[in-house]
């Protein structure tokens, strides 16, 4: 079983800052990356930030310059600082894990259960 753990979800002010955590566990061997994702209600599901566990990092373009992501191998937790946050950037943001486990090379991903984030104007 493997789990992703969400944090730091929550409401602010158009212009502000706001850091979301992903920590994943359980019989996970190795992670090849991480990154979050988020869906605004009648929008298509996009890509934010994705990082690899060599550090290359893809964001999406409507959060270039505004958002950076980290990851940290040891703990396996992904990090998302928003900067510049605007009213659009309101959604529901998953994370999500590709990695193997030790029952199979093979990889797979897996989606966190989401967390709101909310910016009022």
């Known amino acids: 079983q493997v789990y992703l753990v969400e944090s730091g979800g929550g409401l602010v002010q158009a212009g502000g800052s706001l850091g979301l955590s992903c920590a994943a566990s359980?019989?996970?061997?190795?992670?090849?990356?991480m990154g979050w994702y988020r869906q605004a209600p009648g929008k298509q599901r996009e890509l934010v930030a994705q990082v690899t566990s060599m550090g290359s990092t893809n964001y999406g373009n409507s959060v270039k310059g505004r958002f950076t992501i980290s990851l940290d191998n040891v703990e396996k937790t992904a990090y998302l600082q928003m900067n510049g946050l605007k009213p659009e950037d309101t959604a529901v943001y998953y994370c999500?894990?590709?990695?193997?486990?030790?029952?199979?090379?093979?990889?797979?991903?897996?989606w966190g259960q989401g967390t709101q984030v909310t910016v009022s104007s």
């Open positions: 359980g019989s996970i061997d190795r992670v090849g990356a």
């Open positions: 999500n894990a590709i990695f193997t486990t030790l029952d199979s090379e093979v990889p797979r991903d897996d």
